[in-house]
């Protein structure tokens, strides 16, 4: 009788192990990615609801025509719209190669006071390669144009 009960407390003590441990796990995955979770937002939604200044997230649109301002150094502002809305963009650092105004963007960073402070800009030539949340802001609009069919 006291060896059934002792092989039944034994894998009651497993298995409260294997769930602690794994609910320590989870929440071990949970915190290292944090910081690697950047949620997308048009420029539309930037504006209708405005992110707090510590949250990192992505943005994407077009890069709006005749607002490219290349500062002193390597800072450089414009603005990227989705049709409905506009934000401010200001990136220090340099500019990947297909960056041009009417191009789709992407950039990574934090909206402060008004403006999104970029780390990062990718830039998108053809709305083929676009992400797809972009595409679905700008179709959203009624800005996206489908690529002509050998352009």
Not at 53 to 60: D, K, N, P, Q
Request: hydrophobic letters at 40%.
């Amino acid at each position: 009788m006291a060896l059934g009960t002792l092989k039944k407390k034994r894998r009651v003590q497993v298995v409260a192990l294997a769930a602690v441990a794994l609910v320590l796990s989870t929440a071990l995955i949970g915190y290292a990615m944090r910081d690697g979770i950047n949620f997308f937002r048009s420029p539309s939604q930037v504006m209708a609801e405005p992110p707090m200044a510590t949250e990192v997230f992505r943005i994407g649109g077009l890069v709006e025509e005749g607002s490219v301002v290349r500062g002193q150094g390597e800072a450089i502002s414009f603005r990227v719209t989705d049709g409905g809305a506009s934000v401010p963009v200001v990136y220090r650092g340099v500019l990947p190669d297909l960056f041009e105004e009417n191009q789709g963007m992407v950039g990574t960073g934090r909206f402060v006071d008004g403006t999104f402070e970029a780390t990062e800009i990718l830039a998108k030539h053809d709305e083929t390669y676009m992400p797809k949340e972009v595409v679905d802001a700008l179709k959203e609009q009624g800005v996206y144009k489908e690529a002509e069919p050998g352009s």
